[in-house]
């Protein structure tokens, strides 16, 4: 069965700090990837998503992610983030076109002004 | 687009009632997605349909959890004799057709509390 691991539960950084949640799946064929944003009090977004090609990903906000495939991970990186970053951020992974997601537990990121 | 939408946003019940929540998907969206997310989790995994066709349920989906999407369009989800394990947040998403076939959009979610 697929699973999707985060291996950070809560984040706390302060503004300018750099960023990296990691995401490690479990599944041998070909996957795709994303990753969604939960900004307090709204709806899941997606922040990005990664289907086949270069395996470095760039989404919304300046965060991008790098699938690995080795190592069946799909990290998420932002150089230097805001306040305004505060929010849950969920990897997930689909097996097939269309079908469903499986999602990680979530990291809970809280950024210090 | 005007995005996913789900009602009733919030809904209370006593433990054994029957509830119904609503997911509008948006406009000529083909797939739609049912998942439910408990405190601290990631979404699960409940049930899709493509048109009216359910084309895959979870185990998760006991025999009082039913869904429909009769035309297509809208659906409905229905939990009877609800549990108090059943509390959580309901959301649902909508996938178009073609290329963006992958993208899913969620909407607000129905938070259920069962007392």
């Known amino acids: 069965a697929q699973s999707v691991s985060q291996h950070n539960h809560h984040v706390i950084l302060s503004e300018a700090a750099s960023l990296e949640l990691g995401c490690n799946y479990s599944?041998?064929?070909?996957?795709?990837l994303f990753w969604y944003v939960q900004y307090p009090g709204q709806h899941l977004q997606l922040l990005l998503k990664?289907?086949?090609?270069?395996?470095l990903v760039k989404g919304i906000k300046g965060f991008e992610a790098e699938f690995i495939k080795s190592k069946f991970s799909f990290n998420l990186r932002k150089p230097s983030v805001q306040w305004s970053d505060t929010a849950e951020y969920f990897c997930a992974v689909r097996a097939n076109q269309g079908g469903k997601l499986i999602f990680g537990q979530g990291t809970e990121l809280s950024v210090k002004p | 687009d005007t995005g996913v939408s789900q009602n009733p946003r919030h809904k209370i019940t006593k433990r054994g009632q029957n509830v119904t929540f609503r997911c509008d998907p948006i406009s000529e969206h083909n797939r739609l997605y049912w998942y439910r997310q408990t405190l601290g989790q990631g979404p699960e995994f409940l049930t899709y349909?493509?048109?009216?066709?359910?084309?895959?349920k979870s185990r998760l989906l006991s025999d009082r959890f039913s869904a429909e999407r009769p035309k297509g369009s809208f659906s409905t989800l229905e939990i009877q004799r609800t549990e108090q394990g059943d509390s959580a947040m309901y959301l649902c998403?909508?996938?178009?057709?073609?290329?963006?076939?992958?993208?899913?959009?969620f909407g607000p979610g129905t938070r259920l509390t069962v007392l």
């Open positions: 990664y289907f086949s090609g270069d395996p």
């Open positions: 998403a909508s996938s178009p057709t073609g290329f963006r076939l992958n993208e899913q959009f």
């Open positions: 349909f493509q048109n009216e066709a359910q084309l895959e």
């Open positions: 599944y041998g064929g070909t996957v795709n």
